[in-house]
């Protein structure tokens, strides 16, 4: 069974405070992603990576950076925490060659 | 531009009444489609996917999406909704091979007992 977890359920930071959010995947996948979820907006994908260093951006990477140094691990980075960016962030995975994402349960971030 | 809709943003029924929730995309190229469903308070999880082949695809707990390429169309059926369905209900499209999945902005659907 797969398993991808992210280090916090809940998180509440400041304006301005530098965040990381981490994920990890126990099955050996090539490929991880971020998304946030808003309601009403659904799923939208931040980046996502297929390899160990390698990243891609997604449909809205504005504010975030990521880092990929183990491949079992992508961590999202918001550089300078803004209101905007309170939020649900998902983190998923696929093994190369597959198609069905497994999420972790996600991480409820709060930027007061 | 790439996008996908889902027209129902809250579905409520009682239970054993038939379900539908449309799924329509946009996309130049061929995909993948997926249905994704989360439970309250659980992970997102996999329903039901199509790749190519039969576009009557069957998935767990009694669900079936239809894909319709004329129509791009994606949408999820089940005859008999039960409480436990309760739920939201998500509609993704992936361009083939790329790993880009695009996904709707979800469907909450609340069954009543």
């Known amino acids: 069974d797969v398993k991808v977890t992210q280090s916090s359920r809940y998180l509440v930071k400041r304006t301005g405070e530098k965040v990381f959010l981490e994920c990890v995947q126990d099955m050996d996948h090539e490929n991880m992603f971020w998304y946030r979820q808003d309601p009403g907006l659904g799923l939208r994908l931040i980046y996502f990576?297929?390899?160990?260093?390698?990243?891609e951006k997604g449909d809205i990477p504005e504010g975030y950076s990521v880092s990929r140094e183990k491949k079992e691990r992508f961590s999202l980075i918001l550089e300078s925490a803004s209101t905007n960016q309170t939020s649900m962030y998902l983190c998923?995975?696929?093994?190369?060659?597959?198609?069905?994402?497994?999420f972790g349960p996600g991480t409820r971030l709060t930027v007061l | 531009a790439q996008s996908v809709s889902q027209h129902n943003h809250h579905v409520i029924l009682s239970e054993a009444a038939s379900l539908e929730l449309g799924c329509n995309y946009s996309?130049?190229?061929?995909?993948?489609l997926f249905w994704y469903v989360q439970y309250p308070g659980q992970h997102l999880q996999l329903l039901l996917k199509y790749f190519s082949g039969d576009p009557l695809v069957k998935g767990i707990k009694g669900f079936e999406a239809e894909f319709i390429k004329s129509k791009f169309s994606f949408n999820l059926r089940k005859p008999s909704v039960q409480w436990s369905d309760t739920a939201e209900y998500f509609c993704?499209?992936?361009?083939?091979?790329?790993?880009?999945?695009?996904f709707g902005t979800g469907t909450r659907l609340k069954v009543l007992a």
């Open positions: 990576s297929y390899d160990v260093k390698m990243k």
């Open positions: 993704a499209v992936e361009g083939e091979g790329t790993y880009k999945y695009i």
């Open positions: 996309y130049g190229g061929t995909v993948n």
């Open positions: 998923a995975s696929i093994l190369a060659g597959d198609n069905e994402q497994f």
